[in-house]
């Protein structure tokens, strides 16, 4: 019995209360992003965008479900990652690889037929470029250098880095995705959150999850802490004013931190259990604007969402 570890029963029952630490995503993430987005376009003042990267979504799922062959992770590399702390899947290593071109190309195939004439020009730009040229367009955006690429090709660049990376996610072994020192970026990939989402049943009742920019994997993150520098002290929790509902029960607030000027989307699963945070960050931009506003800094990347600026 050398080497095992015997429970009592306090500690059975204190182990089971114990919140997982990490929430993969369902294998048909991007047919539940989809599906969101529709819902909320109905009526949206930015409704046609909306459907578009539901389209969009719908070809990720594709993609996903049957995805070219993609290289498992080197179980050396994993090992690595897991003795000094790294993230396992960190973005830059599979982005300057051949691998991901291949689920571009397929993409860009998916979206093609009936594209607008904006949308076709932006996938032919992105056909037309060299490898070296697609991969730097992704190191860029994956570090939020947004200026050095095209803001037309963010969401199609985007989409296929998040087939590429939620496929490599899922296909994990158990135990690789631990805890950090920070927990600021995710445990998978290193990307920033796109936003914070607050569940309402179960053993994950109440606690606040941060769901990945780039992966779909969600990890705990305490509530009350600016998910930038960590400060605890005097955040802001800010809302779009409606007259049906209090402040309080808004299915989205924006936890504001007056010590480094960001901010991070909270969805809240019990005033919107249907809420997805990609789809409902987009669908969410008159808050950015509020919040713009009031001086403070969008630090959550959308890489479904073009940051503005001229080609």
């Known amino acids: 019995m050398s080497g095992t570890t015997i429970l009592e029963p306090g500690q059975i029952e204190a182990a089971a209360n114990i919140p997982p630490f990490i929430l993969l995503p369902p294998a048909d993430l991007f047919a539940r992003r989809a599906e969101r987005l529709r819902q909320l376009a109905e009526g949206h003042p930015l409704g046609d965008y909306l459907r578009l990267i539901a389209r969009l979504c719908d070809a990720q799922q594709r993609l996903l479900d049957t995805p070219p062959r993609l ?72 570090s939020g250098q947004f200026d050095l690429l095209p803001a037309a090709l963010v969401p199609f660049l985007g989409a296929a880095l998040q087939v590429a990376f939620s496929h490599l996610l899922l296909a994990l072994p158990q135990g690789l995705l631990v805890e950090s020192e920070s927990q600021t970026l995710c445990p998978a990939c290193g990307s920033p959150p796109v936003a914070g989402v607050i569940h309402h049943r179960g053993k994950h009742n109440g606690l ?51 010590n480094c000027q960001g901010y991070l989307k909270q969805f809240y699963r019990e005033h919107a259990p249907e809420a997805e945070a990609q789809a409902d960050d987009l669908a969410s931009l008159a808050l950015d604007l509020l919040l713009a506003e009031e001086g403070y800094l969008r ?13």
């Open 208 to 258: 606040r999850y941060l769901a990945c920019s780039l992966c779909s994997c969600q990890w705990h993150y305490v509530r009350v802490k600016c998910s930038y520098c960590q400060e605890s002290k005097q955040l802001a929790y800010l809302s779009l004013e409606r007259d049906d509902r209090a402040a309080e029960q808004a299915p989205l607030r924006a936890e504001a931190c007056p």
């Open 71 to 142: 290289p498992s992770p080197d179980p050396d590399a994993l090992a690595r990652s897991l003795e000094h702390g790294m993230p396992p899947l960190a973005y830059d290593g599979p982005v300057r690889e051949d691998a991901w071109l291949g689920l571009l190309d397929q993409l860009l195939d998916e979206l093609e037929p009936g594209a607008s004439p904006a949308v076709a020009d932006a996938l032919a730009r992105l056909r037309q470029a060299d490898p070296g040229q697609r991969k730097a367009w992704a190191i860029a955006l994956l």
């Open 299 to 311: 630090r959550a990347p959308n890489l479904l969402l073009a940051p503005g600026g001229e080609d």
